[in-house]
């Protein structure tokens, strides 16, 4: 079983739907990470977040350590959210991200 | 625009040789790890660097070092590719290892 699942794998919408990824994971961690990958490689973190919830322009990211469940949701999606979205959380020694197999989001126009 | 650079930003050798690919961090980013990411998987934890210093490391031979520069510059070095090293090289800087980590844009190596 892996330490850190992603849900969908793979998600297609059309744009401006509500998008929902989810993460679950079965360590123990300090912070979660929520990553986008676009064609090519490029990975920007989107946030860092240990409880509650955080929101950055349409993404908003919630976490419930208790559960070891976070979600990230994108409103209003348009077709430039089009990417890879991964979940990753550190190791207790905290230097190293283990990743989520991530979830392919396509946005149709 | 993370502000962290990588090159080259593609690459192709042969089993055998030996590269080196280069990561520019962000000022003041005293952290960089390095991650490899074989196609169609998650990126996998090489090592990390704090201070110029190997801080931790992943399950992965001595083939693969580094180095991290007081310029906040970093490299890692792999000696005797194997083809199985194909794969896009990521880094990623700090500031200390608890921090977002901000990603360069990835060195895609491919060896034949």
């Known amino acids: 079983k892996n330490e850190v699942e992603q849900s969908p794998q793979n998600l297609t919408a059309q744009e401006g739907e509500f998008i929902t990824i989810n993460c679950s994971y079965s360590?123990?961690?300090?912070?979660l990470h929520w990553l986008q990958q676009h064609p090519g490689g490029g990975i920007v973190s989107l946030f860092m977040?240990?409880?509650?919830?955080k929101k950055h322009g349409r993404l908003i990211a919630t976490i419930n350590i208790q559960e070891k469940h976070s979600s990230l949701h994108i409103t209003a999606s348009h077709p430039r959210d089009s990417a890879v979205y991964i979940c990753a959380v550190p190791t207790d020694s905290n230097y190293q991200l283990i990743w989520g197999a991530g979830t392919k989001l396509i946005i149709k126009p | 625009e993370t502000g962290v650079t990588q090159s080259p930003t593609h690459l192709i050798k042969t089993r055998g040789q030996q590269v080196t690919l280069r990561c520019s961090s962000q000022s003041g980013h005293n952290t960089v790890s390095w991650y490899q990411q074989a196609l169609g998987q998650g990126p996998q934890f090489i090592f990390q660097?704090?201070?110029?210093?190997?801080?931790g490391r992943g399950n992965f031979p001595p083939r693969f070092s580094g180095l991290q520069f007081p310029n906040y510059s970093s490299e890692l070095n792999v000696n005797a590719l194997e083809l199985d090293d194909s794969a896009l090289y990521l880094c990623a800087s700090s500031i200390g290892n608890t921090d977002t980590q901000y990603f360069g844009p990835g060195t895609r190596l491919t060896v034949l």
């Open positions: 660097y704090y201070r110029e210093e190997e801080n």
């Open positions: 360590v123990g961690i300090s912070a």
């Open positions: 977040l240990s409880s509650g919830k």
